[in-house]
């Protein structure tokens, strides 16, 4: 049996096709949670499965040996970001904890030991591990497993001066999503991140941007550091990034693109060449014509649930095709349980939100079809 961690429903699902997954019984389900976040060609994309094929016999080698799909996924992050060397993990958390030890490593090779603390923002999430937990602004995350890695401290998003006192001569990096995702689709405003970026500029701390979420087309650009007009020294992807496979990424700039050097770090299964094939697949779709249709189909979303005009709602807010509907006096979780009773996926986040991530190849007649249920879900209240 399994360890009772998640709280399933009753329904068997069986396949995907598109922006549907189909149940053992064959029922058909629109899918606007794309396995959070990750199905971002949604299901049985042809070049995911052609990818998937091609690579099957030889979905493992391991790390001591070339296979040639890590390198070039590495090359396509590199060119996609303007950042200059990557490492491949298998999962965001895992991404978010080699960047921390990376960081913590370019702090210790330029400036000896003990400047090693790390900021990041209340409302944050950064993963399950211990020390990703810990980098988690969230007090509900930091029970139980004590003693947590040591060396966070959490700012007020969008208070500058907040952060700025929690800033000491040991503080190497600031770790933020841009948009946080978990805590409740929250974008950062843009003035902040600037602020935060020039601070980190002026005092060598490496900014560290988490895109496990946001990133590989999510918000509407390759990663959402580009809209907000900031290259970091280092970011994380993972989710959207293997299309369904799991994989995840540490990109890092010039500061600290040769910090790891031989046996610094490694995983038996990062990088491996079925992964990064089929990642290599999902990168060449996300062209130009490809993001700006994530952003006119994010805004039509955007508009189309503006347009409902119920009184349920209290916001909208999110950039590209992460969108976060606040609502007032009705549980989030509620409207998600009645949209899946009318076959619609959605997700929670925070605090009474309903967070939409539909696959990145939605088109409009779906994002209709879900704003008809959403709307008859509200109106049934
Ligand atoms: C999901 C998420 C993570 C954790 O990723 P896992 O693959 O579940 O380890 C970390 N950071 C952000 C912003 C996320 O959304």
């Known amino acids: 049996m399994l360890m009772n961690t998640y709280l399933k429903p009753q329904i068997v699902f069986e396949k995907g096709d598109g922006c549907y997954v189909i149940s053992k019984s064959g029922e058909k389900y629109l899918d606007f949670s794309s396995g959070i976040g990750v199905n971002c060609l949604g299901y049985s994309h042809p070049a995911i499965l052609e990818a998937m094929v091609e690579g099957s016999s030889l979905m493992h080698l391991s790390n001591l040996y070339d296979t040639e799909q890590d390198r070039i996924l590495a090359d396509k992050l590199v060119k996609r970001t303007g950042l200059d060397s990557v490492f491949f993990a298998n999962s965001g958390a895992e991404a978010n904890e080699g960047a921390i030890k990376l960081a913590r490593k370019y702090s210790f090779d330029h400036y000896g030991s003990g400047r090693d603390e790390i900021i990041t923002l ?44 929690l800033v000491t001569e040991k503080t190497c990096a600031i770790l933020i999503e841009l948009v946080q995702g978990e805590g409740g689709v929250f974008p950062l405003e843009k003035d902040y991140v600037t602020q935060l970026f020039n601070l980190c500029q002026e005092r060598d701390i490496l900014f560290i ?120 006096g009705v549980s989030a979780s509620d409207v998600r349980n009645m949209c899946l009773e009318k076959q619609l996926l959605i997700l929670t986040a925070g605090n009474n939100t309903i967070r939409l991530l539909p696959p990145l190849i939605v088109n409009k007649s779906q994002i209709d079809q879900c704003i008809n249920i959403l709307n008859e879900v509200l109106l049934s209240i």
């Open 209 to 328: 941007v988490d895109e496990v979420q946001t990133g590989i087309g999510r918000c509407g650009q390759f990663f959402v550091s580009e809209e907000y007009n900031v290259l970091p020294d280092i970011v994380t992807f993972a989710k959207g990034l293997g299309g369904g496979m799991p994989i995840g990424a540490i990109v890092a700039g010039k500061k600290c693109k040769d910090t790891f050097g031989l046996s610094d770090h490694g995983s038996t299964f990062g990088g491996n060449p079925l992964a990064c094939r089929i990642s290599n697949a999902v990168v060449d779709k996300l062209n130009r014509d490809f993001l700006i249709s994530v952003r006119e189909n994010g805004h039509y979303l955007k508009e189309s649930i503006a347009r409902l005009n119920n009184k349920y709602i209290k916001e909208v807010r999110g950039l590209g095709l992460m969108l976060g509907m606040e609502l007032t």
């Open 122 to 165: 209340k409302n944050s999430f950064h993963g399950r591990t211990i020390t990703t937990l810990s980098a988690t602004g969230q007090d509900k995350f930091h029970k139980f497993y004590m003693p947590f890695t040591a060396g966070f401290s959490y700012a007020e998003p969008n208070h500058l001066a907040d952060l700025l006192s």
